[in-house]
């Protein structure tokens, strides 16, 4: 795990100038220690036996079929503004995000037969910032009548005074931000 840590410290850049920073990433998927090593690494970040992994686009859907290939279990990605779930089709189930989410909101969705009453639910994304896209993914969920186990990320990137929302989402992560 250490190792793993490092890797990813070191992988991992701030890009832009002063207010308009931004996380790079990029260089994690070049490392094949850290592609081999990460599903195992988030998949023990919290409790439980998940029978399914869902994931926010965009990096969301690579962490998250990685540590769904490593459990031998499903992956559904959680879509952003998809055209089909953002019309009226009841087999899709979305979440509005909050306007103030990377300014301008957007909605989240998956096609509803894919999470499954009984399912027990890891969300599996790199980065948390807002808890936005990890809750939406909860509640979509726990709305189809399966149980959300957690979050597990690679960074924690909340507010320290998140605590609550934290619990609430279950976040285990490998580095909060300020490690970066």
Known sequence: ???LVGRLQVGFHWRGGPGV???DVTEWWRDPVVLRDLPAALAALVPGAPTLVVGPVSRGSLVGA???AHLGVGFV???????????????YIRRALPSSYHGG???MSFRRGLVRPGDRVLCVDDWI???AQAGAAREMVLE????????ACVVD????????????????????????
């Open 21 to 23: 920073a931004y996380a």
């Open 66 to 68: 990685l540590v769904a």
């Open 129 to 131: 910032e807002s808890g």
């Open 157 to 180: 990137d909340l507010d320290d005074d998140d605590d609550p929302l934290r619990a609430t989402l279950g976040v285990g992560a490998l580095l909060r931000a300020g490690d970066l």
């Open 77 to 91: 990605e959680v879509r952003k503004n998809d055209r089909v779930a953002l019309g009226s089709d009841p087999a």
């Open 105 to 107: 909101g957007g909605i």
């Open 144 to 151: 189809v009548g399966a149980e959300y186990l957690g979050t």
């Open 1 to 3: 795990m250490v190792d």
